[in-house]
């Protein structure tokens, strides 16, 4: 019998629901699958500088934000909160939405979370400071699915008030395998082939070019790039920083991460984008359901 593939945001939201969110050995899976294994101090040190950049760009929305954090699944963004007024966190996976309320019982914080599709987020214009979502748009299977989310999130974003997105580089030019199946997924006959031999990944999964994510948000105010991790999962979670090639690998990734933080965005895996959105109306004013007005 033929695995079936998961499609549309149902698979991911499937996946998020009966796997992903679950425990296992204390962990959940998404951390079994995606998570840091092994805590070097170069990666230690990153992870704190990547940090610091989220939140520099947040602070750039005022003093205490009402923050939305999109996708926060059972992994809540805790280490934002003293930048806030208010939090609220949206997923639509309920599973992930009961670990997540857990966690908040004693933030000191008002929290809210929301079960609600990015696609289609149940708040009026405007009603947000800042928003955040790391690792969610390119779970969202289509085109047409991440633009929709975008667009939602550009809506319900007040004016002056300041987008951060921790997505995928399509093009991670400093690592080669990634690369390489990147670049056969995105031509269509052998990214067909190639997916009928190879295993099917446990959840959708897909990479926009920069290019096009900045398309989107760009028109509605300053888009900046920056480098938020230069490895991949599997390479944060099996090449150690303690001998061998892995400890040349990481002080390369710490020095080209350090000193050259833009440069590093084409070359790596994960990218923070940041939107401060404009505070001028006009063609930037969007309508329910993500899609520009006149658009
Ligand atoms: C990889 S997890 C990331 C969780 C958390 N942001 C983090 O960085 O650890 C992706 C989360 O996005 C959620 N998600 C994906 N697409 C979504 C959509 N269209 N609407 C709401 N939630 C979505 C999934 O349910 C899942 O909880």
Known sequence: MTEQRPTGNEGTKRFYDQ???????????????????????????????HLQRVRSALSRAGKRISLLECGCGGNPARDL????????????????????RDQLKCAAIPCDVRQADVCA???????FDAIYSAHMLYHIPE????????????????PGGVLVLI???????????RLLKRLVADTPAIGRMADIVRRAPP?????????????????????????????????????????????????????????LPCAAAHLGCYVQITLVKSVIGGSHRLRQ???????
């Open 203 to 259: 959840i959708p999964y897909r990479v926009m070019p920069l290019g096009w994510v900045r398309q989107q948000v760009g028109p509605y105010g300053s888009f900046g790039l920056m480098i938020h991790s230069l490895p991949s999962a599997a390479f944060n979670r099996y090449v150690t920083e303690y001998r061998g090639i892995g400890k040349h690998l990481w002080r390369l990734i710490r020095w080209l991460d350090l000193s």
């Open 19 to 49: 796997v992903g969110w679950l425990k296992q050995e204390g962990q959940t899976v998404d951390f079994h699958l995606f998570g840091m294994r092994e805590d070097g101090p170069i990666r230690m040190a990153l992870h704190e500088v």
């Open 121 to 127: 987020l149940p708040f009026d214009d405007g009603r």
């Open 143 to 158: 085109a047409a699915g991440q633009r929709a989310a975008l667009h939602e999130m550009l809506r319900v974003l007040r």
């Open 167 to 177: 997505t995928a580089n399509p093009r991670p030019l400093l690592f080669p395998i």
């Open 289 to 295: 359901g993500g899609v520009p007005e006149g658009g």
């Open 81 to 100: 909160f003293d930048l806030c007024c208010d939090y609220t966190g949206v997923d639509f996976s309920e599973t992930g939405l009961d670990l997540a």
